[in-house]
Structure formats: structure tokens, C-alpha cells
């Protein structure tokens, strides 16, 4: 399939195809439908196959190359990449690490696509389908430590954090065709499944063979609450004086909300109350709590 990136104010006719100016997670390029001129501007590209995006007078459609491809008679191997990113918080660095297992191709040494180098290494990754319980998956990662250096990478995040086994570390799951590696004649990045992104949830075992990982999705973490706001009905969950209050007046009130004639003595109560005291009866508040809350059940 062949493409070209996006161009402003360009005429496209129908069949013609183009994709992102910048790489897509999604893996998707776009066929023209209906044919016109485009924008001055690149349109806010879908995410999902076959929705629709209005760019000016031309109506693109999301396709997937690579989903083209494996409907051949003979596709191509696909190639699984992993790429794992380190917290600078938890671990000291943001450094990445890649690695695929070459299993699918023969493949005899490091893989190199969009640029990045992937180190031929065993890995195994299981547990990544989804199915119709409600449960989100937690894959299991397991890489080879044959030479050590997992485990001297273990040792290396946990002197900055004790005992955090490369928790929270990001893993990106990359999914290709071998057709589309650089250095084939049909190289091409943004041909792709779209990516999977999770996170280290905890180091499941530790031998001198093998370092397994339990990963999880960012909504799965232990400890991690979605929203990340608790919804209450009248307690203002901003700082005051914060960039989410945005109160700098110099109308000064105490806790129970009684004027004051001192900064010092200055004090939320973290009420509505308290907000229509400095921003007024009929202002828009910046309350940050949820006050509809408390009429339903």
C-alpha cells in the first residue's frame, strides 16, 4: 500500500491515501472518500478503523495497512517489539530499553525499526487477550537474564528506590510485519498494529535465568484511583490560592468565612460558601468538588 504524508491545502481525489505527519499509536493511515481540497491545518486524526474525519472539502477514512496485509495469501511475519521506560522519580533515569525475541522470522540479530535498535533476546509475553468477563488483563513479561543484566538493572532503580523492582515502569508492545522493519523495501513506521501500552505492577519472580514482570494497564494499578479526584460533594479539593482556586484578591476571611483584616489570618473554608465570599454571590466559582453529587443515589 503505497502513501504519502498529509499536505495543507492540497487536492486529494477518492483512493488516494496519506498518513499522519507524525507517527500515530493507532497505526492507522487514511483513505480519501470524498475528494476536495484540505485544510490549512492537519485534521485531528481517528483512532479507530473506518471513522470519518472532515478536513475541509475532503473526507478521510481510517484504514490499517497492516490489517490489508495479513488478508494476503502469504503476509508477511509479524514482528513483536517491547519496550520498557523508566521513571526518573522511581527509577533515576527515563532511560528505554527494547528487546524482541525474533521468533516469528528467523530472525538472527537485533532488529532495527523506526530508528530503534531491538536487541534479539528471549522473551516471553503471555496473558495479553481480553475477554468478557470485565476483568482487564495482566500480562506477564518474562525476560531473559542469562548475562545478568536484568538483575544488575534491578539492583541499579532499587538504590533509588528501595525494593521497587522497576515498578511502574512504562511497557510499550509494538506489533509490525517483517515487511515493514528498516532496511526491507517496504519499510514503513507507521505501518503498525496499535500499540499497547501498560506498566510494571510488581517483579513476579527473580532467577538467574529469567526476571518475570506482572504488568498492568494505567487504570489497574495498585493505589491508583480513577478519577484521580475523589468525588465529594462539598469539600473544594483545590489548594487555596492555587492555580485551580485562582483567588489573589485581598479580601480576607477565616474558616467559618468571617472577614479578616490580616493575610495571616487568611483561610479557606473550603465551602461554596467560602467561594462566594471572594469571587462573589453570582460569579462563576471555581469549586473544586463535585456539589451535584449529593442529589443522586
Not at 43 to 53: C, E, G, L
Not at 60 to 76: D, G, K, R
Request: with cysteine; hydrophobic share 35%; glycine share 8%.
Amino acid at each position: 500500500m503505497a502513501y504519502s504524508a498529509w499536505e495543507a491545502s492540497t487536492s486529494y481525489s477518492v483512493g488516494d491515501i496519506v498518513r499522519a505527519t507524525t507517527l500515530q499509536a493507532s497505526g492507522l493511515v487514511f483513505r480519501c472518500t470524498t475528494a476536495g481540497t484540505t485544510d490549512s491545518s492537519e485534521p485531528a486524526w481517528p483512532t479507530s478503523i473506518k471513522t470519518t474525519v472532515a478536513d475541509s472539502t475532503v473526507v478521510w477514512t481510517a484504514i490499517a495497512s497492516a490489517y490489508e496485509e495479513l488478508a494476503q495469501i502469504a503476509p508477511s511475519a509479524i514482528i513483536e517489539l517491547f519496550e520498557m521506560t523508566l521513571d526518573s522519580t522511581l527509577h533515576g533515569s527515563t532511560d528505554t530499553f527494547r528487546w524482541h525475541n525474533g521468533a516469528n522470522a528467523e530472525v538472527t540479530g537485533n532488529i532495527v525499526w523506526n530508528g530503534n535498535s531491538y536487541i534479539r533476546l528471549p522473551v516471553q509475553a503471555e496473558g495479553f487477550e481480553y475477554n468478557n468477563t470485565g476483568a482487564l488483563p495482566r500480562p506477564t513479561l518474562t525476560i531473559s537474564n542469562l548475562d545478568g543484566t536484568m538483575t544488575t538493572l534491578l539492583l541499579l532503580v532499587n538504590a533509588t528506590t528501595p525494593g521497587n523492582d522497576l515498578g511502574g515502569a512504562q511497557v510499550k508492545r509494538i506489533r509490525t510485519l517483517k515487511k515493514y522493519l528498516d532496511g526491507e523495501t517496504a519499510a514503513d513506521a507507521h505501518a503498525k498494529f496499535p500499540d499497547e501500552i501498560w506498566f510494571v505492577d510488581r517483579k513476579a519472580n527473580e532467577t538467574r535465568d529469567a526476571v518475570s514482570f506482572e504488568l498492568a494497564s494505567k487504570f489497574d494499578l495498585a493505589g491508583v484511583m480513577v478519577p484521580r479526584r475523589q468525588i465529594l460533594a462539598n469539600i473544594c479539593q483545590w489548594e487555596y490560592r492555587s492555580a485551580e482556586c485562582g483567588y489573589t484578591g485581598t479580601n480576607y476571611f477565616d474558616a467559618n468565612d468571617v472577614s479578616v483584616a490580616s493575610a495571616s489570618n487568611d483561610k479557606c473554608g473550603k465551602r461554596i460558601g467560602s467561594c462566594k465570599k471572594r469571587f462573589g454571590e453570582t460569579a462563576e466559582l471555581p469549586f473544586g468538588s463535585f456539589p451535584g453529587a449529593g442529589l443522586t443515589r
